[in-house]
């Protein structure tokens, strides 16, 4: 008998420099296919997935603050960065035969529906991918909280969070050579150690809402599949 996924529904939170492969800025159209491919084969397993990309790739909130420009404003480019980025995925899944949607927490009709939790149940039920753009659709949050939120008000089995490395490090792989992955942990340990994972009020709500936190890298080739299989390598934060 075939693997069979563990998982009925799942989030999936790519950031937006997931996107960016090599380049500094933007979108890399060989990333996003190469990510839509792996999405594809996933929706193949039969699972229910909705997606939360970031927007880091073209625009950040804090860095308009940070230049003592107005965070609000700043925020609001970076939640239509969220909307390009997820409109240049949901293209990417379609042209692969699969159906997907926009759902935006940020109204913007003529560019795709507005997220509704009804909606959105129409469209998994549509088997639709998902791709909820807009963050939670307010300044001062980051889209790890929109992912989360999302997750939580659909229901997900769990929060798959797509990252540059294989799993939850004790400090920066890349930067300090001495970090320890771990395997396993709980919410409430990420907390408490600080570890920069997804941001702490995106932890506090997926802990509170007993939805388990899956940390694997977006880069293996094989391993968004392998992770709703059970298998391959990540780090699971669990209540
Ligand atoms: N953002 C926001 N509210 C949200 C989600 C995102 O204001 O609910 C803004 C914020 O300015 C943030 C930007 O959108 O910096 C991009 O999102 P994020 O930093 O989460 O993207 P990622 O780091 O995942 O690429």
Known sequence: MADQP??????????????????????????????ATEVVEAYRLGVEIGIVVGGGNIFRGVSVAAEGGD???????????????????RSAIAARGVPSEVLSAVAMPT????????????????KKVVVFAGGTGNPFFTTDSG???????????????GTQVDGIYSADPKKDPTATRYETLTHQEVLSRGLAVMDAAAIALARDNRIPVIVFSIHESGSFVDVLLGRGRATIVTP
């Open 6 to 35: 563990i998982y009925k529904r799942v989030l999936l939170k790519l950031s937006g420099e997931a996107l960016m492969g090599a380049k500094g800025y933007g979108i890399d159209g060989a990333v996003v296919d190469r990510i």
């Open 71 to 89: 965070r609000t404003t700043g925020d609001h480019l970076g939640m239509l960065a969220t909307v390009m980025n997820s409109l240049t995925i």
């Open 111 to 126: 560019v795709c529906d507005t997220f509704t939790q009804r909606g959105a149940d129409a469209a998994f039920a549509a």
């Open 147 to 161: 992912a989360a939120l999302r997750a939580a008000e659909m229901n997900c089995d769990a929060l798959l969070k």
